[in-house]
T-cell receptor, first 113, second 114 residues
Framework: AQSVAQPEDQVNVAEGNPLTVKCTYS??????LFWYVQYPNRGLQFLLK??????LVKGSYGFEAEFNKSQTSFHLKKPSALVSDSALYFC???????????FGRGTSLIVHP | KAGVTQTPRYLIKTRGQQVTLSCSPI?????VSWYQQTPGQGLQFLFE???????NKGNFPGRFSGRQFSNSRSEMNVSTLELGDSALYLC?????????????FGEGSRLTVL
């Protein structure tokens, strides 16, 4: 069985400050991990993924995520938040042999001007 | 390359009716997945089709069904609508050859059941 947890329903950050959106996973074997973003009344957009290799993954719009195997975490980060980053963020995980990712419940990121 | 197209974008139905939603995947993508998104339950997986075959199925009642055509376009149908079926229904496509690729989502079909 695989599960993905996003412990925060909402994250508030001031524009220009660094942001972190947390994700922990429970996936058998070597996990495949993803981050998606959803703007209001839109579908989800892919941000980045970790398959193997370097633990720091860089993605779209200046976002990056750090894979930490010992802590089973895959936190999304950005050095300087923009108001336009305000959206709903989903972490997803997948184990080898499965075709269907498990999504976290989502974290609402609010960036204040 | 055109993205994933879902129609209709918005629709209103009454309890007991049935609805059909359509999804056209990215050209060349053979896998289509459907998700239900609600504020209370988050994203829930409905089913996935690959090359016209249902490859995976989520935990939804039989009122929810789908199919995929030879051109990879997919439809999902919900019969005997209930108030709780009000949701954003998202379709996603992927190349489907392996499982390391990202999903490409459509804008969704927002269903309101009155």
């Amino acid at each position: 069985a695989q599960s993905v947890a996003q412990p925060e329903d909402q994250v508030n950050v001031a524009e220009g400050n660094p942001l972190t959106v947390k994700c922990t996973y429970s996936v058998s074997g070597n996990p495949y991990l993803f981050w998606y973003v959803q703007y209001p009344n839109r579908g989800l957009q892919f941000l980045l993924k970790y398959i193997t290799g370097d633990n720091l993954v860089k993605g779209s719009y200046g976002f990056e995520a750090e894979f930490n195997k010992s802590q089973t975490s895959f936190h999304l980060k950005k050095p300087s938040a923009l108001v336009s980053d305000s959206a709903l963020y989903f972490c997803a995980g997948l184990s080898g042999g499965s075709y269907i990712p498990t999504f976290g419940r989502g974290t609402s990121l609010i960036v204040h001007p | 390359k055109a993205g994933v197209t879902q129609t209709p974008r918005y629709l209103i139905k009454t309890r007991g009716q049935q609805v059909t939603l359509s999804c056209s995947p990215i050209s060349g993508h053979r896998s289509v997945s459907w998700y239900q998104q609600t504020p209370g339950q988050g994203l829930q997986f409905l089913f996935e089709y690959f090359s016209e075959t249902q490859r995976n199925k989520g935990n939804f009642p039989g009122r929810f069904s789908g199919r995929q055509f030879s051109n990879s376009r997919s439809e999902m149908n919900v019969s005997t609508l209930e108030l709780g079926d009000s949701a954003l229904y998202l379709c996603a496509s992927s190349a489907g050859q392996g499982n390391t690729g990202e999903l490409f989502f459509g804008e969704g079909s927002r269903l309101t059941v009155l």
